[in-house]
């Protein structure tokens, strides 16, 4: 959906040009617009708190009002500045900006007054952005765009996400790389070979190959109008490769267990619009893995780690709960992927001015990071652009 | 005075161009030309002593000699390092660059020998840029520009600045916004909202409304060729606004003292080129509050304050430093205008871009800051831009 | 050998033009191409280890093998991150890739293997940037370019560096300033002044002006085809300048002893290209100080600092090391090239835009340094840009 005669500020146009139909995807340094976007969790927002996050290059401020959240941007229509940087809420569903004391409604942007200007034409007449917000499986989710009617929420996550018997935990960080770089490095097959020292093996036993290549059908396209979109990659039809070599000799070995079935650590993953992975029986059989990589601006991004569980007592709720605070979170989302977000940020310098995207150097197995790149050039609701925040 | 068809480097043009008839007020990120500024209090140059300072992109050093303050351009003509580094002042009024011997005079910018080649043809030949400089009522005015003969400092101070009978005391310090939303902040009749809270209420009794709106005929431009160039906002034709109002309920109210007539703090304030605000009647009656927002470069200004008492014998000089010491100082240029300060650096980055100035939304009040905006677009003397510097 | 039609980005073209027959020189913000350039001391890198720099914007990892070194860029050509993030040596002569085991061999380049991808079809087929090595004198030099075949060292190096009785030792440290400010530094006749004040004079009894001025026949021209081209300039047909004047009195002098003959501390100096200086008789008769400055990017430069002495016999050389231990480095390479570190960092600024190649004033006895920017533009091998780098 975008316009290749309009490319965002900041961004190299001829690096646009030169990669042919992924061009939307190069385009999208700052995030695809018109998409849900988790930006923190519900158990962080209690009511009639506010908070303030960045998302798509929008600072916005969020209030839990009456139970249910709601976001309006974080930047008074008067002359620019932040509300959040002295906030007045003198109702429990207005904000009241420190500096001339125009006065907004939470849930729908209004203008209800100008306090220190009571008289003014404008009251009642202007709104400042608001943003459409849904909590979900303890998440709170933004929606970035104008598209109206804002579409479900449903066709945002990841296949399973919403189930009901699923239970989700997790956390959340900045990471200081553009959101693509942790897109691809989550689903990137070959980036298992970083991961060959990772403590998790001493937490679970299983087969970690130092690398494995998609055989023919490994990799599914998904692009249900009415679902989400994105690309499946089934890793047990890979071919692992279990010794390095180097001149003939073998040079490292990715360790093999005699108790586990399958040849890698998962049995496949997924990515989906507008930027989130799934990870099938990870990071242990019996879970799954879902993280997103949410834009912050061109250099930052969110990212929010959780962990599901399928779940039908409280005796269930509460072992994954301890199962989560002891291993998974220390082991999985600290230690395992720790190495995932070290590999994002040493990766951001070289796509920093666009020209990694054409001076990069891929191999085969890389196939399925090009078919996310397609699909989401041509899949995606919008691409945000600086002049989107003005 | 500014031609439209050489925006300075580093201001956008398209901005410039939708603003109308105050485009002059946005090309003058850096100030405006060919006026006036003071720079510091007379006190802080003892006799013989050294002062760098940067006004308008100008780095200059100045020099007491035998009296009066000289100022020159503190970047030596042969291969443009600061004098200031390391002065090497041989003689009383000239200065010796450190690298190789340029040596400068102080009251004329004349290249008076370099002494590591004493036989150049440029001695004699050649200046460096010098800059007028006047002392009146304890500060260093410096003037920055090249019109000749320079204008009377007398068109660029508010009305009664120098007047005889008035003692002046005041301090400076550094901003970090654009001159312009230090002259905004403080001729903005709304933004009396901010300072609500001020602690200057326990030092004086006083009627604070929270806001207040200007009636016809409070506005008045003074446009006299001869005089300063200002706007002026007479205070006893407003209607102050007490009471804040959120959905019908009165949410905050401005103090009322039963002692104290009058609506407001102050009986009316002015501002004049080249960006200096004259506030009557404050920060007590009796007293005049001058203050000036001087652009150091694009995003800093020094913001020099000043309060003028009228006195007539040494005993009213006593007291009036005594207060100033005690309570105006403290609680008036620290505590009261502490929250302008404050103010104008959390706007500077909404301006910083130029398009704040086509993306804010003004209300109906604002009209006199538009008034200002005008004047100063079409009265000032020349726009200060970069290539000026070189 | 410029091409005046393709200025390297970040250079302004105007005063490129502006500057007419040094325009060559103007260009070459990131120092000149094809040319071979000491980076480290050779006992600065033992058998089997690897060090990391940067060069002309060039960043590279270089390791010892079997007793020779070989330098490769430091990035891989997967996804562009550093191979010295992570070092991954798993033979003698290969580096692997910490990512995903991209393999390159150090004496060629060659990706000799993707551990996670042994059946990519870019093995064997896909070189990484390698450089040439070369060590004399304690050095390790390394040739930036494309040129081929690689011309040799001798032509890069001052006439009598590479000389077998000469022992050599130095020291190198980052210097924020261009490389070429550093290079004027050094030849520039006029800066003596700047060393009025060195402590060196304690360590040895020299006559030292504050200035001194070529006369005709001083500067010579050094272009031959075989070797290194440069420019000299020969203290013995100079005028000397002792007394500093200012107003008819004398307000400084230099030094001059009663033991010592000659005019000057040294006999003369010459610059050569790629931009090294060579002081002769200095920091003492019979030594000769080398002193290089080699681009890491436009705004900084490694210092190489050596100094020269020949030497007969294994007596010869330990007195060497000794003088040079507790004079010549305190006192000269620190003391003495301490006040020139110090110039060229302040004078930074002026030239950083570009604008001071024409707004400098320069007077006759800088004729020197336009000589050496002339030859440096017309025999330079080529002008290094940043595209070179992707
Ligand atoms: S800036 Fe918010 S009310 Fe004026
Ligand atoms: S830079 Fe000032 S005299 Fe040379
Ligand atoms: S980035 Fe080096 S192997 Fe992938
Ligand atoms: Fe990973
Ligand atoms: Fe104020
Ligand atoms: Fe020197
Ligand atoms: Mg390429
Ligand atoms: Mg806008
Ligand atoms: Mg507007
Ligand atoms: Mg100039
Ligand atoms: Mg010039």
């Known amino acids: 959906m975008s316009d290749e005669h309009d490319t965002p500020e900041g961004v190299n146009e001829e690096v646009v040009k030169m990669v042919g139909d992924w061009g939307g995807y190069v385009e999208a340094k700052l995030g695809f617009r018109n998409h849900w976007y988790p930006v923190r969790f519900s158990k962080e927002l209690a009511e009639g708190e506010i908070l303030t996050v960045t998302v798509l290059g929008e600072q916005m401020i969020m209030r839990r009002i009456d139970g249910k959240v709601y976001a309006i941007r974080d930047r008074c229509l008067h002359r620019g500045v932040p509300l959040s940087r002295k906030p007045d809420c003198y ?33 009642g007449k202007r709104k400042i952005q608001s943003f459409p917000v849904e909590e979900a499986q303890g998440l709170i989710f933004v929606f970035i765009g104008d598209m109206s009617p804002t579409p479900p929420l449903s066709q945002d996550v990841p296949p399973g996400f919403l189930d009901e018997d699923l239970m989700v935990l997790g956390k959340h960080r900045d990471v200081n790389s553009n959101w693509r770089l942790g897109a691809e490095n989550g689903f990137d097959t070959l980036h298992i070979f970083i991961h060959k020292d990772t403590t998790l093996r001493h937490y679970r036993d ?21 679902g989400p979109k994105g690309v499946e990659d089934d890793f047990s039809k890979h071919n692992p490769i279990w010794d390095g070599l180097i001149d003939g000799n073998v040079v ?3 360790p093999r267990s005699n108790n586990v079935e399958g ?9 989906w619009l507008p930027g989130v992975l799934k990870v099938n029986s990870f990071p242990a059989p019996g879970l799954t893995q879902f993280e997103w990589y949410v ?7 969110i ?3 959780t962990i599901g569980c399928k779940v039908e007592t409280e005796e269930d709720r509460i072992d994954f709960a301890h199962n989560f605070e002891t291993t998974w979170k ?7 992927n720790g190495d995932d977000i070290w590999a994002r940020e040493v990766t951001e310098p070289f ?8 001076d990069e150097m891929l191999c085969e197995p890389d196939s399925s990071i090009l078919a996310w790149r397609r699909l989401a050039s041509r899949a995606n609701r919008g691409i945000q652009k600086r002049k989107d925040l003005r």
Chains 1, 2, 3 share one sequence.
């Open 351 to 358: 796509y920093q001015d666009d020209y990694g995207w054409v």
């Open 303 to 305: 990212y929010v780690q």
């Open 295 to 301: 834009p912050i601006d061109e250099s930052r991004h």
């Open 252 to 254: 490292i070995r990715g």
């Open 91 to 123: 109702t429990k569903d207005t904000i009241t900006c420190w500096y001339h004391g125009y006065t907004y409604r939470f849930q729908t942007g209004e203008l209800v007054n100008i306090l220190a200007a009571p008289d003014s034409r404008l009251i």
């Open 330 to 336: 220390p082991h999985g989302l600290d230690g395992f």
């Open 263 to 271: 040849t890698s650590a998962s049995v496949g993953t997924s990515i």
């Open 206 to 226: 299983f087969n970690f190959p130092i690398g494995h290549t998609a055989l023919p059908g490994a990799i599914t396209l998904v692009e249900d109008p009415e």
